[in-house]
């Protein structure tokens, strides 16, 4: 049972570069999430879904999409990278109702210079 | 939305002593308050979570207390190790689970022998 399985686990790239962060998930939850974390702040909920199909932003959406088509992965988009992107970058994943516990994935570090 | 601050952000213990660390979050609506450790370059995890008609939940050498009117609560760890020398960090849900959590800033404890 992999649990929630992240690629790349480092990428660097350059100002104004497209590239897709992936998350899939062998647990079948319903919920999948992306946050960053950078320094002092925590972790921030960038985009969430609820099942496939549907998606929606969460604190800091500017800059990424996000699209889930199936169950088990939920991509995440980075659609011109700007310096300010640089952060580690977790995908979650917790099934659907109450008291559940979110798992997370090893995590992306970006670079973008 | 949600708010969740976090202290201190630094906490230094004796091997042996006991560790506090403490959050308060403003929507009163939140029902779910997980705790999570993150060792350096890994992955959060789950460590002790408590929802809201609860107010408090022991586990082992961890506790956690809710104070629901004051809107804050606090991670308890007991017989502090070396191994538990890591950072902390708080995090609230209105969703009832692990979907859509907003973190506090952490709170990197190290205990020294």
């Known amino acids: 049972n992999a649990g929630v399985t992240q690629t790349p686990k480092f990428q660097v790239l350059k100002t104004g570069q497209s590239m897709t962060l992936q998350c899939a998930q062998d647990m079948n939850h319903e919920y999948m999430s992306w946050y960053r974390q950078d320094p002092g702040m925590g972790l921030r909920l960038i985009h969430y879904?609820?099942?496939?199909?549907?998606?929606d932003q969460g604190e800091v959406p500017n800059g990424y999409n996000v699209s889930r088509s199936t169950t088990e992965d939920f991509p995440l988009r980075l659609l011109s990278a700007a310096p300010s992107q640089t952060s580690v970058y977790f995908c979650?994943?917790?099934?659907?109702?109450?008291?559940?516990?979110?798992?997370f994935g090893q995590g992306t570090r970006l670079t973008v210079v | 939305g949600e708010n969740v601050e976090q202290h201190p952000s630094t906490l230094s213990v004796q091997e042996g002593d006991s560790a506090v660390i403490k959050c308060t979050y403003s929507d009163s609506a939140s029902n779910y308050f997980p705790w999570y450790k993150q060792e350096l370059g890994k992955r959060p995890q789950l460590i002790i979570d408590i929802r809201s008609n609860v107010g408090e939940k022991k586990d082992q050498r961890i506790a956690v207390t809710l104070n629901k009117t004051a809107k804050h609560f606090s991670l308890h760890i007991t017989e502090t190790q070396p191994e538990d020398s890591a950072v902390y960090f708080c995090?609230?849900?209105?969703?009832?689970?692990?979907?859509?959590?907003?973190f506090g800033t952490g709170t990197q404890l190290k205990v020294e022998l």
């Open positions: 995090a609230a849900s209105l969703t009832g689970g692990g979907n859509k959590l907003t």
């Open positions: 979650a994943s917790s099934k659907q109702g109450t008291n559940t516990e979110a798992f």
């Open positions: 879904s609820v099942g496939a199909g549907i998606t």
